[in-house]
Protein backbone atom coordinates (compact mmCIF):
# COMPACT_ATOMS: atom_id res chain seq x y z
CA UNK A 1 0.00 0.00 0.00
CA UNK A 2 1.38 3.36 -1.01
CA UNK A 3 1.41 5.77 1.86
CA UNK A 4 1.92 9.70 1.57
CA UNK A 5 4.97 10.70 2.47
CA UNK A 6 6.67 7.53 3.32
CA UNK A 7 9.80 6.45 1.83
CA UNK A 8 10.74 3.49 1.33
CA UNK A 9 13.75 1.70 0.33
CA UNK A 10 14.16 -1.10 -2.82
CA UNK A 11 16.48 -3.43 -0.82
CA UNK A 12 16.94 -3.67 3.13
CA UNK A 13 20.11 -2.33 4.17
CA UNK A 14 23.02 -4.50 5.02
CA UNK A 15 25.00 -4.09 7.78
CA UNK A 16 27.90 -3.03 5.53
CA UNK A 17 26.11 -0.56 3.44
CA UNK A 18 23.44 0.95 6.42
CA UNK A 19 25.87 3.96 7.18
CA UNK A 20 25.44 5.29 3.60
CA UNK A 21 21.71 3.99 3.45
CA UNK A 22 21.03 5.87 6.42
CA UNK A 23 23.17 8.87 5.27
CA UNK A 24 21.39 8.61 1.64
CA UNK A 25 17.69 9.22 3.68
CA UNK A 26 18.78 12.38 5.43
CA UNK A 27 20.46 14.06 2.45
CA UNK A 28 17.89 13.57 -0.02
CA UNK A 29 14.92 14.78 2.37
CA UNK A 30 14.93 17.87 3.51
CA UNK A 31 12.85 17.00 6.65
CA UNK A 32 12.50 13.34 7.53
CA UNK A 33 11.52 11.71 10.66
CA UNK A 34 12.26 7.76 11.39
CA UNK A 35 9.66 6.55 13.02
CA UNK A 36 7.76 3.16 13.92
CA UNK A 37 5.06 2.83 11.53
CA UNK A 38 4.03 5.53 9.20
CA UNK A 39 2.07 8.59 8.73
CA UNK A 40 -1.08 6.93 8.27
CA UNK A 41 -0.39 3.88 11.46
CA UNK A 42 2.07 5.41 13.65
CA UNK A 43 3.35 2.22 16.11
CA UNK A 44 3.97 4.59 19.10
CA UNK A 45 2.48 7.18 20.53
CA UNK A 46 5.86 9.38 20.73
CA UNK A 47 5.99 8.75 16.63
CA UNK A 48 2.69 9.64 16.16
CA UNK A 49 3.06 12.65 18.15
CA UNK A 50 5.45 14.17 16.27
CA UNK A 51 3.90 13.30 12.59
CA UNK A 52 0.80 15.33 13.58
CA UNK A 53 2.99 18.63 14.72
CA UNK A 54 3.88 17.84 11.10
CA UNK A 55 0.59 18.07 9.62
CA UNK A 56 -0.83 20.53 11.69
CA UNK A 57 1.79 22.77 10.78
CA UNK A 58 1.16 21.93 6.67
CA UNK A 59 5.48 21.16 6.45
CA UNK A 60 6.27 18.91 3.35
CA UNK A 61 7.88 15.90 5.42
CA UNK A 62 9.14 12.53 4.85
CA UNK A 63 8.88 9.18 7.33
CA UNK A 64 10.75 6.07 7.44
CA UNK A 65 9.46 3.65 9.17
CA UNK A 66 12.37 1.66 10.67
CA UNK A 67 10.71 -1.58 11.90
CA UNK A 68 10.47 -2.42 8.57
CA UNK A 69 14.10 -2.49 8.16
CA UNK A 70 16.25 -3.96 11.21
CA UNK A 71 19.34 -2.93 10.29
CA UNK A 72 18.16 0.72 10.02
CA UNK A 73 16.67 -0.02 13.62
CA UNK A 74 19.49 -0.51 14.82
CA UNK A 75 22.33 1.28 13.13
CA UNK A 76 20.14 4.67 13.79
CA UNK A 77 20.81 4.54 16.98
CA UNK A 78 24.39 5.16 16.47
CA UNK A 79 23.94 7.32 13.93
CA UNK A 80 23.13 10.67 15.91
CA UNK A 81 23.91 9.02 19.21
CA UNK A 82 20.00 8.74 20.16
CA UNK A 83 19.04 5.84 21.86
CA UNK A 84 15.12 5.96 20.96
CA UNK A 85 12.81 6.31 17.95
CA UNK A 86 11.36 9.03 16.28
CA UNK A 87 14.36 10.78 15.19
CA UNK A 88 13.64 14.09 13.25
CA UNK A 89 16.23 15.18 10.34
CA UNK A 90 16.14 18.19 8.84
CA UNK A 91 18.73 19.81 6.34
CA UNK A 92 20.75 16.65 7.02
CA UNK A 93 20.87 18.21 10.94
CA UNK A 94 19.66 15.79 14.07
CA UNK A 95 16.80 17.82 15.29
CA UNK A 96 15.80 15.70 18.08
CA UNK A 97 13.32 13.14 19.33
CA UNK A 98 9.53 13.69 20.54
CA UNK A 99 10.35 15.86 23.17
CA UNK A 100 12.77 18.03 21.50
CA UNK A 101 10.20 18.61 18.38
CA UNK A 102 7.67 19.45 20.74
CA UNK A 103 9.15 21.64 23.09
CA UNK A 104 10.22 23.62 19.73
CA UNK A 105 6.73 23.75 18.38
CA UNK A 106 5.38 24.87 21.25
CA UNK A 107 7.24 27.65 21.94
CA UNK A 108 7.14 28.63 18.56
CA UNK A 109 11.38 27.82 17.68
CA UNK A 110 10.08 24.95 15.32
CA UNK A 111 8.24 27.46 12.89
CA UNK A 112 11.24 29.38 12.41
CA UNK A 113 13.90 26.65 11.76
CA UNK A 114 11.72 25.19 9.21
CA UNK A 115 11.39 28.47 7.38
CA UNK A 116 15.10 29.09 6.96
CA UNK B 1 13.74 -2.85 34.59
CA UNK B 2 14.46 0.08 36.61
CA UNK B 3 12.99 1.69 39.63
CA UNK B 4 12.23 5.25 39.75
CA UNK B 5 14.94 5.65 42.31
CA UNK B 6 17.61 4.04 40.33
CA UNK B 7 16.76 6.43 37.45
CA UNK B 8 16.99 9.52 39.85
CA UNK B 9 20.07 8.20 41.48
CA UNK B 10 21.53 7.36 38.13
CA UNK B 11 20.90 11.31 37.09
CA UNK B 12 22.08 12.82 39.89
CA UNK B 13 25.59 11.02 40.14
CA UNK B 14 26.18 11.91 36.46
CA UNK B 15 24.73 15.69 36.79
CA UNK B 16 25.87 16.40 40.62
CA UNK B 17 23.56 19.26 41.55
CA UNK B 18 20.84 18.83 39.12
CA UNK B 19 16.86 18.94 40.24
CA UNK B 20 15.48 15.83 39.17
CA UNK B 21 11.68 14.65 39.05
CA UNK B 22 11.02 11.33 37.95
CA UNK B 23 7.74 9.83 37.20
CA UNK B 24 7.46 6.35 36.18
CA UNK B 25 4.51 6.85 34.01
CA UNK B 26 3.02 3.01 34.12
CA UNK B 27 3.91 1.97 36.97
CA UNK B 28 5.62 -1.27 35.23
CA UNK B 29 9.36 0.82 35.49
CA UNK B 30 9.59 1.06 31.77
CA UNK B 31 7.73 4.17 30.82
CA UNK B 32 9.43 7.15 32.99
CA UNK B 33 8.75 10.78 32.38
CA UNK B 34 12.11 12.91 34.02
CA UNK B 35 12.25 16.54 34.77
CA UNK B 36 16.06 17.58 35.27
CA UNK B 37 17.46 21.30 36.23
CA UNK B 38 21.40 21.71 36.12
CA UNK B 39 24.02 24.32 35.59
CA UNK B 40 25.26 22.09 33.32
CA UNK B 41 23.35 22.33 30.78
CA UNK B 42 24.10 26.27 30.08
CA UNK B 43 25.62 26.39 26.77
CA UNK B 44 24.46 22.84 25.56
CA UNK B 45 21.77 22.91 22.65
CA UNK B 46 18.74 20.74 23.59
CA UNK B 47 20.15 17.58 21.98
CA UNK B 48 23.03 17.46 23.86
CA UNK B 49 21.01 17.92 27.14
CA UNK B 50 18.65 15.16 26.26
CA UNK B 51 22.28 13.17 25.37
CA UNK B 52 23.62 13.81 28.85
CA UNK B 53 20.67 12.12 30.38
CA UNK B 54 20.32 8.88 27.79
CA UNK B 55 24.35 8.92 28.90
CA UNK B 56 23.58 8.96 32.70
CA UNK B 57 20.95 6.26 32.22
CA UNK B 58 23.28 4.35 30.35
CA UNK B 59 20.56 4.04 27.32
CA UNK B 60 23.01 2.82 24.83
CA UNK B 61 21.28 0.57 22.57
CA UNK B 62 20.19 -1.55 24.89
CA UNK B 63 15.66 -1.02 25.66
CA UNK B 64 15.42 -1.25 29.35
CA UNK B 65 13.36 1.25 29.63
CA UNK B 66 10.80 1.18 26.72
CA UNK B 67 10.25 4.90 26.93
CA UNK B 68 12.05 7.81 28.58
CA UNK B 69 9.98 11.37 28.36
CA UNK B 70 12.66 13.96 29.03
CA UNK B 71 12.06 17.68 30.00
CA UNK B 72 15.28 19.69 31.05
CA UNK B 73 15.80 23.34 32.05
CA UNK B 74 18.64 25.76 33.43
CA UNK B 75 17.46 26.58 36.92
Not at chain 1, 7 to 31: C, G, H, R, S
Not at chain 1, 51 to 57: A, D, L, P, T
Request: charged letters at 25%; aromatic letters at 8%.
Amino acid sequence: MLVPNEVKLEKPATPFNVQQVIKKLVDENQLIVFMKGNSMFPQCGFSAQVVEIFKRMGVEYKTFDALQDEVIRAEIKHFANWPTLPQVYYKQKFIGGCDIVTELYQNGELDKMLAA
Amino acid sequence: MATHSEVKAKIEAALPGALVEVEDLTGKMDHFSVKVGSAAFEGKTLVEQHQMIYQALGMGTREEIHALAIQTYKP
